[in-house]
């Protein structure tokens, strides 16, 4: 009597890892499984589903970033200024790092010296003969230059 033996072949590595996966997935499966008939058993609803990925963080993060944002960036401001009697408001921002600080409403360059309740504004910076002297005299915040804009 002759006997046939089984060929074997030998699995590549690709075929040992799906292979090694699979049981996995099982053994998962079925610890899932006794987990839910136990909690059934114990008369507790079991959870169809893993819970879902929290959306309030994409929120806390955009929130968090915009705080930043309005903390670090320079805000308008609503300047009283005068000069002979004359006296003028208008909306300053007092730019970023290699942007100049701008009048909304003015063509005007404006050279700020706040701490000393002065203001210059030049026809050219470069000429300091094109620049008068304006005494401020009330500095409002954020809030009112935003109004101050909306109604003009």
Same mark, same amino acid.
């Given at each position: 009597?002759?006997?046939?033996?089984?060929?074997?072949?030998?699995? +590549?590595? @690709?075929?040992? !890892?799906? !292979? *090694?996966? +699979?049981?996995?997935?099982?053994?998962?499966? @079925?610890?899932?499984?006794?987990?839910? *008939?136990?909690? !059934?058993?114990?008369? %507790?609803?079991?959870?169809? $589903?893993? /819970?879902?990925?929290?959306?309030? %963080?994409?929120?806390?993060?955009?929130? &968090?970033?915009? =705080?930043?944002?309005?903390?670090?960036?320079?805000?308008?401001?609503? %300047?009283?200024?005068?000069?002979?009697?004359?006296? =003028?408001?208008?909306?300053?921002?007092?730019?970023?790092? &290699?942007?100049?600080?701008?009048?909304?409403? $003015?063509?005007? !360059?404006?050279?700020? =010296?706040?701490?000393?309740?002065?203001?210059?504004?030049?026809?050219? %910076? $470069? +000429?300091?003969?094109?620049?008068?002297?304006? /005494?401020?005299?009330?500095?409002?915040?954020?809030?009112?230059?935003?109004? @101050?804009?909306?109604?003009?």
């Amino acid at each position: 009597m002759a006997i046939n033996p089984k060929k074997q072949t030998l699995l +590549n590595k @690709s075929e040992f !890892q799906k !292979q *090694q996966a +699979n049981k996995k997935k099982k053994q998962q499966l @079925s610890q899932q499984q006794m987990r839910q *008939q136990a909690l !059934q058993q114990q008369g %507790i609803p079991a959870a169809t $589903s893993e /819970a879902p990925p929290k959306k309030g %963080i994409k929120g806390l993060i955009f929130l &968090g970033v915009l =705080a930043l944002t309005l903390v670090l960036f320079p805000k308008p401001q609503l %300047i009283t200024y005068k000069k002979l009697g004359l006296v =003028a408001q208008s909306v300053y921002w007092p730019g970023l790092p &290699g942007v100049k600080p701008v009048l909304f409403d $003015s063509a005007l !360059q404006p050279i700020p =010296a706040l701490d000393r309740d002065t203001l210059y504004l030049c026809q050219d %910076i $470069s +000429n300091p003969d094109t620049c008068q002297k304006y /005494a401020i005299i009330k500095q409002e915040g954020f809030l009112s230059a935003l109004k @101050s804009l909306a109604m003009d």
